[in-house]
C-alpha cells in the first residue's frame, strides 16, 4: 500500500507520529480481535508495519544527520533513527530501560550545533517491536509566553527569583533601619492575627489599623454562618475550577472554624486571642509569602496583588523573625504593655498573668512558631525549584539573565 493510504486505514493524518500509530493500532487491533474480524486485522497489521517501515528508513533528514550520528555511535546507541519534521529534531532509540536516558542525550545535543531551525527536540524510546515505551520533549532557546508574562504562576524566573529577591529587600530594609516607615502594616497585621482568632471562633471583631482590635467575646451566628458562606464559596470555586488544593483549604478552614467556635473554651479562646496578635504577624505574613505562588480561583483572582502581598508579608516577618530571635538571644526584652491601653495591659501580660505563661515559654512559643514558619517557606521555596531544577540550570544557572 502506499504510505497514505496506510494512513487512512488506521484513520490518522499523514506524518502523524509514531506514538500516535501505536495507539491508534492498539486499540483498532483489539476491537479487531473482539469483533473476529480477520480481514481488518490482517489490513490493520500490513498498514501498521508498512508506517513502520516508512517511519525508520526515512532519508529526509539525511543531511543532518551526521554529527547527531556520531554522537548516538559514541553513547553506544546503536539501534537509533533521526528526522526533522517541521523544525522538530526526533530521534527514536531502541531500548528497554527508563526515560532517564532521554535526559542525558538531550544534555549531549545541547553541546553540538545544532540547525538553526530546530526549535524543539523530540526522542522517542522504542521496544524491540518499534512499540513506543515513552517520549520526552525538550525546547530549545524558546521562551514561552508564560515566562514573558509577570502576572502569570507559571512565570518561572518570577517563581525562581521572587522569595530571594523579597528576602533580601526586607533584611536590607531592616539593617538600615528603613523597616519602620511601614510598621503601620505590621501593626495592622498584628490586629488582623487577633481578628481572624475572634472570626474562627464566631465572635466578631473590626481591626484598626493603629493597634487596637475590637472583639465582642459572645459568639455571634452571624459570623459563623456567614464564613462558612464564604468558604463555601471557596470551595464552590475551587470545584467548578477543578483546584484540589482550593476545595482542601475550605474543608480544613470549615473544620477548624467549627471546632474554635463550638468547642473552645472560653478561657482558652481568650489564651488564643491574646496569642494571636504576634502569632498572626508570624504566620499571616507567612501566609501572604506562600500564596504568592499559588493562583486563587478565578473569582479571587489576586495576579496583581500578590506582589505588594509578598514584600508585605516578606518585611513584616523578618521584622518580627528576627526581633524574637534577639529576644532569644537576650538583647532584646519581651514587649510587655500596649500600645494604646498602657504598660500594664497588652498581649505578653495577659498571657503571662492571667494564663500563667512563664517568660521562657513565651520566648520559646514565639520563636518556635518563627522556626517553623521559616522552614515550612524554605521548603515550599525548595520544592518549586526541585520540580523546575532543569530549566533553572539550562535558561538561569548556566546562561547569564
Not at 540547525?115 to 530549545?140: C, H, N, T
Not at 520544592?383 to 531544577?389: C, E, N, P, S, T
Request: proline residues 3%; charged residues 20%.
Amino acid at each position: 500500500m502506499e504510505i497514505s493510504k496506510c494512513y487512512e486505514v488506521l484513520g490518522l493524518e499523514l506524518g502523524a507520529s509514531m506514538e500516535d500509530v501505536d495507539a491508534v493500532y492498539s486499540a483498532r487491533l483489539m476491537q479487531a480481535i473482539r469483533q473476529e474480524a480477520k480481514e481488518e486485522k490482517a489490513l490493520l497489521k500490513a498498514a501498521y508495519e508498512r508506517i513502520q517501515e516508512h517511519i525508520y528508513q526515512s532519508v529526509e533528514t539525511a543531511q543532518t544527520r551526521d554529527p547527531i550520528t556520531e554522537l548516538l555511535h559514541r553513547l553506544n546507541l546503536e539501534h537509533f533513527q533521526v528526522r526533522i519534521q517541521q523544525e522538530i529534531l526526533q530521534i527514536y532509540i531502541k531500548t528497554n530501560g527508563k526515560a532517564e536516558v532521554a535526559d542525558r542525550l538531550y544534555q549531549h545535543l545541547t553541546q553540538l550545533e545544532l540547525p538553526e531551525e530546530i526549535s524543539k527536540i523530540v526522542i522517542y524510546g522504542m521496544r524491540a517491536s518499534k512499540a513506543v515505551l515513552w517520549k520526552k520533549q525538550f525546547d530549545l532557546n524558546v521562551i514561552e509566553k508564560n515566562d514573558l508574562d509577570l502576572y502569570s504562576f507559571k512565570n518561572r524566573y518570577v517563581l525562581f527569583l521572587a522569595f530571594p529577591i523579597a528576602m533580601s529587600f526586607a533584611v536590607l530594609l531592616h539593617t538600615i533601619g528603613f523597616h519602620r516607615v511601614f510598621i503601620f502594616l505590621q501593626i495592622w497585621i498584628h490586629e488582623f492575627g487577633h481578628a481572624t482568632i475572634a472570626w474562627f471562633s464566631g465572635r466578631r471583631a473590626l481591626p484598626l489599623p493603629f493597634g487596637w482590635t475590637t472583639v465582642i467575646p459572645e459568639r455571634s451566628l452571624f459570623v459563623y454562618f456567614g464564613g462558612l458562606i464564604l468558604l463555601g464559596l471557596l470551595f464552590r470555586a475551587g470545584w467548578r475550577e477543578k483546584k484540589r488544593s482550593t476545595m482542601i483549604v475550605a474543608i480544613v478552614c470549615a473544620v477548624i472554624q467549627f471546632g474554635m467556635t463550638w468547642l473552645l473554651p472560653e478561657d482558652t479562646f481568650d489564651m488564643w486571642l491574646s496569642f494571636g496578635g504576634v502569632g498572626g504577624e508570624f504566620y499571616l505574613s507567612a501566609l501572604l509569602i506562600a500564596g504568592f505562588y499559588f493562583r486563587l480561583p478565578d473569582y479571587f483572582r489576586w495576579d496583581f496583588w500578590r506582589y505588594p502581598a509578598m514584600f508585605l508579608g516578606a518585611n513584616t516577618f523578618w521584622t518580627i523573625f528576627s526581633f524574637w530571635r534577639s529576644v532569644k538571644q537576650g538583647t532584646e526584652s519581651i514587649p510587655w504593655g500596649s500600645l494604646i491601653a498602657g504598660d500594664s495591659v497588652g498581649d505578653m501580660n495577659q498571657l503571662s498573668e492571667v494564663h500563667n505563661w512563664s517568660n521562657a515559654q513565651i520566648i520559646n512559643t514565639y520563636t518556635g512558631l518563627g522556626n517553623l514558619c521559616w522552614f515550612v517557606l524554605l521548603g515550599l521555596y525548595i520544592f518549586f525549584v526541585i520540580k523546575h531544577r532543569r530549566w533553572i540550570l539550562e535558561r538561569i544557572v548556566s546562561k547569564p539573565l
